[in-house]
Antibody, heavy 123, light 107 residues
């Protein structure tokens, strides 16, 4: 059974660095073709893709946020970590991790999502 | 970045209605277009990938079409559980981008 679960602080202060962890089960982050993503959604607003890390450690970032984002993985722990520096109230959102499966035929769709974790940025 | 424009932003429909949602992209993306459904308070759920391939387990009343810059999601006969927000997403090139969403409400 494939599951993804996000964890991290519910509240961060402006200028702080946010660190979120996605713990996965039912599949391996090291399987060829596996790709893990972070996506966020401000309250009442649309989805925004943030970052992706591949089985071979290739990394990709949102153009507008790439200077603030770092994605990494620990295959032995089945975890992917996202760090976002210099947090601002506009970064208040639900943060999701989502998987792109192997064999996606190049269409890169998100087939499994975590439940999401709400992060509020406030002093 | 590729811009995504969905229309309408919201619609009201009755159970049994046929519903069509459109997604337009700022440049051609071939068929690299996916559709998601998001019910209130839940994570998005994949409906269709590659513009027209139904994800396993998704009811056949959902269908997708299009290529290039214009795409459509159709619900052939709206069911109570289909009232939700629908998003398109392009996977042609990073950074991947989503549409602003279409809210389907009960009439």
């Amino acid at each position: 059974q494939v599951t993804l679960k996000e964890s991290g602080p519910a509240l961060v202060k402006p200028t702080q660095t946010l660190t979120l962890t996605c713990t996965v089960s039912g599949f391996s982050l090291s399987t060829s073709g596996m790709r893990l993503n972070w996506i966020r959604q401000p309250p009442g607003k649309a989805l925004e893709w943030l970052a992706r890390i591949d089985w071979d450690d290739d990394k990709f970032y949102s153009t507008s946020l790439e200077t603030r984002l770092t994605i990494s993985k620990d295959t032995s722990k089945n975890q992917v970590v996202l760090s976002m520096t210099n947090m601002d109230p506009v970064d208040t959102a639900t943060y999701y991790c989502a998987r792109i499966p192997t064999g996606s035929s190049g269409y890169y769709y998100f087939d499994y999502w975590g439940q999401g974790t709400l992060v509020t940025v406030s002093s | 970045d590729i811009q995504m424009t969905q229309s309408p932003s919201s619609l009201s429909a009755s159970v049994g209605d046929r519903v069509t949602i459109t997604c337009r992209t700022s440049q051609s993306i071939s068929r690299y277009l996916n559709w998601y459904q998001q019910r209130a308070g839940k994570a998005p759920k994949l409906l269709i990938y590659g513009a027209s391939t139904l994800q396993s387990g998704v009811p056949s009343r959902f269908s997708g079409s299009g290529s290039g810059t214009d795409f459509t999601l159709t619900i052939s006969s709206l069911q109570p559980e289909d009232f939700a927000i629908y998003y398109c997403q392009q996977s042609y090139s990073t950074p991947w981008t989503f549409g602003q969403g279409t809210k389907v409400e009960i009439k």
